[in-house]
């Protein structure tokens, strides 16, 4: 497989692949709920990953407020690859706050270059399984046990249109947002220490090579399993997926198994909060990494 160059067309692709979504229709389009505003909307009448949240605001469950990022500049640097980007500094004191109170419910916050202040409302779940191992090409099938994140789902505060997933790491979010705006996507400048960027991906200038490395998804089939969080059980409970993560991805994520973990990890939650949408529950149940060519 090809060297990975860029996460943020990888859910799309993967989601393409398999339910044959166009990249160039914005996601939310597919999962509209026609006529529902958030004053009066009906639980049946909704979505899963919109129920979720309608009954957790409904049952006045608290929603713990996080501002992760704080506005440092506009898209000057990189003006070649997408237009209006925003870029944000992580504040790694108020990350570590999330991972350390796990809290159930939380309201996502961050600011754009244009003054828009984009706040999600999210439900912590997961995308692994309760019996999700790390096995890498020198641990001889034995397990490797790692430092592991949040995973949440969501919509757009008030937009019950939109679906939203974030996945937080000690010093790292990644995250989509799919709105009748379009894909906005947040992720990690690699160049730059506590830097991100976030923007909609219709605003690429060119097309980005990249393999995103999950051809080689072994698709185990339907079987229960108990995740952490929230989220509900799907009619299709629930379907296991092993990834294979190729040297080349764990050379671009620095020689590190746990980076590559995260990263992998964190695109999967893009992917399955899509499917979790379609009452299709997806779990990763193993991550195998080659450390060695």
């Avoid at 929230?230 to 991805?249: H, K, P, Q, T």
Wanted: glycine share 6%; net charge negative.
């Amino acid at each position: 497989m090809n060297q990975i160059s860029g996460w943020f067309l990888c859910v799309l692709t993967v989601f393409s692949f398999f339910t044959g979504y166009s990249n160039g229709t914005p996601l939310s389009s597919q999962a509209k709920v026609f006529g529902i505003s958030s004053k009066k909307a009906v639980n049946n009448d909704l979505k899963p990953i919109a129920r979720q949240v309608f009954d957790a605001r409904a049952a006045r469950n608290e929603f713990s407020v996080h501002k992760p990022f704080q506005l440092i500049r506009n898209n000057e640097s990189f003006r070649s690859g997408v237009q209006n980007a925003t870029v944000l500094q992580l504040n790694v004191a108020e990350v570590n706050s999330i991972l350390q109170e796990r809290h159930d419910f939380i309201e996502l916050q961050l600011e754009d270059a244009a003054g828009k202040t984009w706040a999600m409302d999210l439900y912590r779940t997961s995308s692994v399984s309760k019996d999700f191992v790390v096995t890498t090409s020198e641990s001889n099938g034995n397990p490797v046990f790692l430092d592991g994140g949040i995973y949440y789902r969501g919509i757009i505060k008030g937009d019950y249109n939109s679906v939203a997933a974030f996945s937080i790491f000690d010093g790292n979010i990644i995250g989509m947002i799919t709105s009748d705006e379009g894909n906005m996507v947040l992720h990690p400048v690699e160049a730059e220490d506590n830097s991100f960027i976030f923007y909609n991906d219709r605003d690429l200038n060119s097309e980005i090579p990249f393999s995103c490395g999950t051809d080689q998804l072994e698709w185990s089939g339907p079987e229960n399993t108990e995740e952490d969080g929230i989220g509900s059980r799907a009619l299709s409970d629930c379907v296991r997926v092993y990834i294979e993560c190729d040297f080349a991805l764990y050379q671009n994520k620095g020689s590190n198994v746990n980076n590559v973990v995260n990263w992998i990890t964190a695109v999967y939650n893009n992917v399955a909060t899509l499917y979790a949408n379609e009452d299709i529950n997806t779990a990763i149940s193993e991550v195998f990494v080659w450390t060695f060519s």
